[in-house]
């Protein structure tokens, strides 16, 4: 059974830091690869990150984040984190990871083209 079980999420005041953690079972991240995503409260789910299975584990950024956020992955403890620095309000909402096949065409922000999702896990951006 495919698990994705995200965690790391908190309250933190505006310019603060958090490291977000998805952990797999049951699916080797080292063949998929995974994004995060966020919804705020009455938005619709966007993209934020993405990190390809491959060893050069090329990476991408939506252009709100870029520079603020880093996504790297521990294949050994079939994790992956997404650093968030520089946090800011309009970052709050419930964070997700999801993991498509490495196979799988298409731009990484189709959530669509995601198979396995976790729970999520919520951010709050708030002084």
């Known amino acids: 059974q495919v698990q994705l079980v995200e965690s790391g999420g908190g309250l933190v005041q505006p310019g603060g830091s958090l490291r977000l953690t998805c952990a797999a079972s049951?699916?080797?991240?080292?063949?998929?690869?995974i994004g995060w995503f966020r919804q705020a409260p009455g938005k619709e789910r966007e993209s934020v990150s993405y990190?390809?299975?491959?060893?050069?584990?090329?990476?991408a950024y939506a252009d709100s984040v870029k520079d603020r956020f880093t996504v790297s992955s521990d294949n050994a403890k079939n994790v992956v984190y997404l650093q968030m620095n520089s946090l800011k309000s309009e970052d709050t909402g419930v964070y997700y990871c999801?993991?498509?096949?490495?196979?799988?065409?298409?731009?990484?922000?189709?959530?669509?083209?995601?198979?396995?999702w976790g729970q999520g896990t919520q951010v709050t951006v708030s002084s």
């Open positions: 999801a993991a498509r096949t490495h196979l799988t065409g298409g731009h990484w922000a189709t959530k669509g083209s995601y198979a396995y």
């Open positions: 049951g699916l080797a991240l080292n063949t998929y690869n």
């Open positions: 990190i390809l299975s491959s060893a050069d584990g090329n990476t």
